[in-house]
């Protein structure tokens, strides 16, 4: 399984971003995907998460901030960044599972990982 991620770059505060993630490859047509991120000093945090029908959900803590979507059978998950912060620098990263157990608290098998897109903030 390839996971690719496109986007990302630097912005200032209240500036957009669209990252794109693709998941390809495997034995299995559709996946279960979902965008992280790697703010410096904290734990790694779910941001959006797409079930393999295509559902989405934003984390609360972007939500009215960054809008994830998915086209029906696809393997592509957008993820639209705005009003962006300071506080959202960090490292994005696009994973792949094909099971979740608690879709909602993004507890899926994450077996498979992009190599991350980096997202600057500055003030």
């Known amino acids: 399984v390839q996971v690719m991620e496109s986007g990302g770059g630097s912005v200032t505060t209240g500036g957009s971003l669209r990252l794109s993630c693709v998941v390809s490859g495997g034995r299995y047509r559709h996946y279960s995907m979902a965008w992280f991120r790697q703010i410096p000093g904290k734990e790694r945090e779910g941001v959006a998460i797409s079930s393999s029908t295509g559902r989405t959900v934003d984390a609360d803590s972007v939500k009215g901030r960054f809008t994830s979507s998915r086209d029906q059978g696809t393997n592509v998950l957008v993820l639209d960044m705005r009003n962006l912060a300071p506080e959202d620098s960090g490292v994005y990263s696009c994973?792949?599972?094909?099971?979740?157990?608690?879709?909602?608290?993004?507890?899926?098998?994450?077996?498979?990982w992009g190599r991350g897109t980096q997202v600057n903030v500055s003030s």
């Open positions: 994973a792949a599972a094909n099971y979740c157990w608690g879709f909602s608290e993004f507890s899926c098998d994450w077996t498979d």
